[in-house]
């Protein structure tokens, strides 16, 4: 019986783990966050918000099941692994908002600029790079990320 019990100790010890899914660079997340909460001038198109609200059940299935697995004995995956596979299904969710011509629709001036500059129509993707930006990082403890100290 303590064969077991130890092992499932260290299962739930090695299944400790934190993702982070956005632009994580300057430049585009702040882009991010303009699109996601507005400005004063732009209504926001929430994205990473709508992304996760319209998947949330489908997200924590997707983490019971990987962790169930371990704790079935079946699998010696860690927190950092599961929460990078689920959070790499989690950007590319993300991306497919940013894709999907996120409402409101753009202004006429926008359209009328983003043409001139050979851009398409869709809101929020005018050159890809903020979209191309999306990434994931995970990590093996729940300690703070160091934009968070």
């Given amino acids: 019986m303590s064969d077991a019990f ?11 783990g934190s993702a982070q899914i956005g632009a994580l ?3 585009n997340a702040t882009k991010l966050s303009y699109s996601e909460f507005g400005t004063p001038t732009e209504q926001p198109r929430p994205t990473l918000s709508a ?7 489908a997200i924590q299935r997707a983490i019971d099941r990987r962790v169930g697995v371990v704790l079935d004995g079946k699998s010696e995956t860690g927190g ?6 689920v959070g790499e299904t989690y950007r590319e969710l993300v991306v497919e908002a940013i894709d999907g011509d996120t409402p ?10 983003k043409r001139r500059k050979g851009q398409g129509d869709r ?7 903020m979209r191309d930006s999306i990434r994931v990082e995970s990590k093996d ?7 968070e100290e």
Avoid: C, H, Q, Y
């Avoid at 130890?6 to 400790?16: E, G, Q, T």
């Avoid at 409101?104 to 600029?113: G, V």
């Fill in 141 to 147: 403890d729940a300690k703070a990320w160091p934009d």
């Fill in 123 to 129: 809101t929020l993707v005018a050159t890809g790079v």
């Fill in 6 to 16: 130890d092992r499932l100790v260290a299962d739930l010890r090695r299944l400790n």
């Fill in 25 to 27: 660079d300057e430049t």
């Fill in 80 to 85: 950092r692994r599961i929460m990078a596979e």
């Fill in 104 to 113: 409101p629709a753009n202004a006429p001036s926008t359209l009328a600029a």
């Fill in 51 to 57: 992304a996760f609200d319209a998947n949330k059940a």
